[in-house]
């Protein structure tokens, strides 16, 4: 019982045989999304677990407050409430912000982070083991969580059972399974028993949500006539509804009423509803679903805008699961559908960002001409409230086309002039949302056009709006950094740090900074933390590789360099780190055969021609390692340690008086290393003389 199982049945309990006779006191949940949606089996995990850990570590669990709540909400009764932003205040047609792809998934890590140091505080003599069972039919977000789980979980204390069907999970489930035993489990013996009437079985499926697979409870369903299924889901729907979490809403109750004897109304609502709490969470596969549920019970004539919200929603969050071809094809069924003015203002705006933002290639002019409709549209609104507050949204939608089509100047008057118009008209707390959205658009312009200060004071307005919306804190640390401070940037870091889920970037850019001041330690905590979370993440293995060849630690270098490699191969950079370790170890011949390896890809790759440079010194070959350092000068410019190393080579290949020209170039530059180079060129001198 030393590592993680997969457990392989055809029926739930065939499969809970199997996970008695394989584990010892495992917590079993079950993770089929028709009961709660996104999470379901993920909230029974923490149900369990979250008790213990505020009584014994509540800081563990303050560390983690907002990824714990943040798709299970109801939570909130065992830790208390999480923070809040303006997104979560906010009206839901006032609720703007965009969720990218790594959004949930962040989330999730934050939640695998916690069950993690969890378990390694509470030292039990025997592996905690969690089954996720019904895995096969767990909503993406959920089968995306074990599979983090599994792969960064030691099993010596938390083993990850993984209980389904034969059939396909996820891709990334798939993978993280590849090396993991399998048990199959054996079939019960005998049929299920059968002294029930068909409409007792079908009150069964029903009653389990759904989720029975005993083929007689599936008969019976199947058998029982249409409207009297519908009565059946109705009594489920109402009996669940009076005490439903955001979870249940969006599983069970969604699907009774869908299924239920007014799905056109009671089905069409609860779809919205359930649709309209995953948007605001940013459960993107979830809304794509549900969008496309809602579609089919809702009458486009009779509720055209129910429709379009299905549709629109659907449409945007198909963009980040990397459906792009299924999002242009349901916002281009809404402008053949639908004649209304403000379904084709938004949908044009839709394109235009699918244009300007995601499809590839990116074409910038076909988005400023679909923009160009929507302002259009905006303008002429009957309504003067409505025409004023389109007309802001779709100018600043104008900004951002313009600002990836070059024209910054006239980007950064359309943004300014949203914020004027809606100050003027508006009062403070009004559409207070898409005003933060604004000035931070004109904070990340102001930054493009070389305006730091300006910008920085406009981060600083920001972080005193939303708190706790930690883009800002990391965007003005960018500016510090620019600006050398790193004090103020490691402040404004360590505070994200404090307050966000564990954002891979965050982190880096963290590791990074204290990289600059010195802190080799924080960097690489920082550096392995996302390293642990993703182990793909390319920029931090370098990073990590980078700084561990710099303190001398050449075994752990090569170890990342390698696992970097097998991730990433003929990835120029790590290509180079190998080169550059292979160089420390003195083996000259395999350095050279990898730097080699880089200029072939890259001839003009500074860092590949200054180390293959050392080599062919080392090689006793001066002259090749001054054509190296040549073609990385032209690569980099004046730089005062390559045109000293230049001069070295030019000395040790007999030509003194090109030597002392890198020198006299070298000792005027910036950061030149002075005292070497005047020792370089007293060498130099006494070689002329001889």
Known sequence: ?????????????????????????????????????????????????????????????????????????????????????????????????????????????????????????????????????????????????????????????????????????????????????????????????????????????????????????????RQTDPPTRALLHDRRGDALTETATWGVRMGAVALHREHGSDPGGAGRAALLEAQRHAVATGFSAAVVDLGLRGRKVTDPLLHEHDYWEFTREAAAACIPVGRLEQSMELYQGLLRRFTDPKIHMMTSYAIAMLHTRFLRPRDHELAVQWQHNAVAIAGILPDPAERLTYSVFHDNGLALVEMHRGNLGRALGLVESCIGRLDEKLDEGQWALHRSQLLYNRARLLVALGRPDEAHADYSQLVDMDPYYTDYLSERARISRDRGDFDAALADYDRAVRLAPPFPELHYNRGTARVHVGDVAGALADFTLVLEMEPGDLDTRVARAELLLETGDLDAAESDIGTGLRLHPGEVQLLCLQGTLLLQRERLDDALEALDQVLAKDPHYPAALINRAVVHFRQAKPERAVADLSTALEAVGEDPDILLNRGIAHLAAGRPDLALGDFDLAIVLPDADTDEIREQRRLCTAAGTR
């Open 1 to 221: 019982m030393t590592g993680h199982l997969r457990i392989v049945g055809t029926t739930r309990g065939d499969r809970l045989h199997a996970v008695a006779a394989h584990t010892r006191r495992a917590l079993v949940v079950r993770c089929h999304q028709r009961l709660r949606g996104p999470y379901t089996g993920v909230d029974t995990v923490l149900r369990t677990v979250l008790p213990d850990a505020h009584s014994r570590w509540p800081e563990l669990v303050e560390e983690h407050r907002v990824a714990l709540l943040y798709g299970m909400p109801e939570l909130a009764q065992l830790i208390g409430p999480p923070p809040r932003t303006l997104a979560d205040d906010a009206p839901y047609e006032e609720r703007t912000r965009f969720f990218g792809a790594g959004w949930i998934r962040c989330m999730s890590q934050g939640i695998v982070t916690f069950l993690l140091e969890h378990v390694r505080r509470a030292q039990d003599a025997d592996a905690f083991e969690i089954v996720f069972e019904e895995a096969h039919a767990a909503e993406a977000t959920t089968q995306e969580l074990i599979a983090l789980l599994l792969r960064r979980a030691d099993p010596r204390l938390l083993r990850v059972v993984v209980s389904a069907t034969a059939g396909k999970l996820s891709d990334e489930l798939d993978g993280a399974l590849a090396d993991v035993d399998v048990v199959a489990a054996p079939r019960s013996e005998g049929p299920s028993v059968a002294d029930r009437s068909v409409l007792d079985w079908a009150r069964v499926y029903v009653d389990s949500d759904c989720t029975d697979d005993d083929p007689c409870a599936l008969a019976g369903y």
